[in-house]
């Protein structure tokens, strides 16, 4: 598709379990952004990978979250033993990032409901 | 840390044109500002962004004050379709994230 891919659209899953949520980035956009949004709030950075530096970790809330992107394309956020207070909508967005292309398009988000 | 300062909230008639501030007193010279809008429910749309010059696209126009510590994004014919939150922020233009502030409520009235 031409968009940022994302998936599960919802996922609801028992507190202390794991979950995975996938993004597929625009193809070539070499920059990858997570974000996260609770109800009636506005959107929180998590991690921000770009090409082959290291990620940009520093907005990832505890050690139960982590975020790998494989062959520089697709990206995958774990958070493990899930808690009520990760309850939100994830999303993810992507970008060239480089002079004259750097607007960032996300996708429709994954909402997560931990119960 | 957001950087930008917005109004909580506006109202807009229908037909008029919407004319929403930001201060970005802090901003750095290889800083840009950029704009993006959230609908209900959907991941956040981009907008317009600029350095220094005023810009305009298929969406909106791009002011920027000359010494550019604050800008305005104007609609210029504001449709019910265009409540939303919008989002002012500002960034180098690439190799960091996007810091997404509390944006300001625009609500287009009939």
């Known amino acids: 598709g031409a968009g940022v891919s994302q998936s599960p659209s919802n996922k609801v899953t028992e507190k202390g379990k794991d979950v995975e949520l996938r993004c597929d980035p625009i193809?070539?956009?070499?920059?990858l952004y997570w974000y996260r949004q609770s109800l009636g709030q506005g959107l929180e950075f998590l991690i921000y990978?770009?090409?082959?530096?290291?990620?940009?970790k520093s907005g990832l809330p505890s050690d139960r979250f982590s975020a790998e992107r494989t062959g520089g394309s697709v990206s995958t956020l774990t958070i493990q033993r899930t808690q009520q207070e990760d309850s939100a909508v994830y999303l993810c967005a992507s970008s060239f990032d480089r002079v004259m292309n750097t607007e960032a398009f996300f996708g429709q988000g994954t909402r997560l409901t931990v119960v | 840390d957001a950087k930008t300062t917005q109004p909580p909230s506006m109202d807009c008639a229908e037909g008029r044109a919407a004319n929403l501030p930001c201060n970005h007193s802090?901003?750095?010279?290889?800083?840009?500002v950029y704009w993006y809008r959230q609908i209900h429910s959907q991941g956040p749309q981009y907008i317009i962004h600029g350095l220094k010059n005023n810009e305009t696209n298929e969406m909106a126009s791009l002011i920027i004050t000359e010494d550019r510590k604050s800008s305005t994004l104007i609609l210029p014919h504001a449709t019910l379709r265009d409540t939303a939150v919008y989002y002012c922020?500002?960034?180098?233009?690439?190799?960091?994230?996007?810091?997404f502030g509390t944006g300001t409520s625009l609500t287009v009235i009939p």
């Open positions: 990978f770009q090409g082959n530096s290291a990620p940009d």
């Open positions: 802090t901003i750095s010279g290889n800083e840009y």
């Open positions: 193809s070539g956009h070499t920059a």
């Open positions: 922020i500002v960034r180098p233009q690439y190799g960091n994230q996007f810091y």
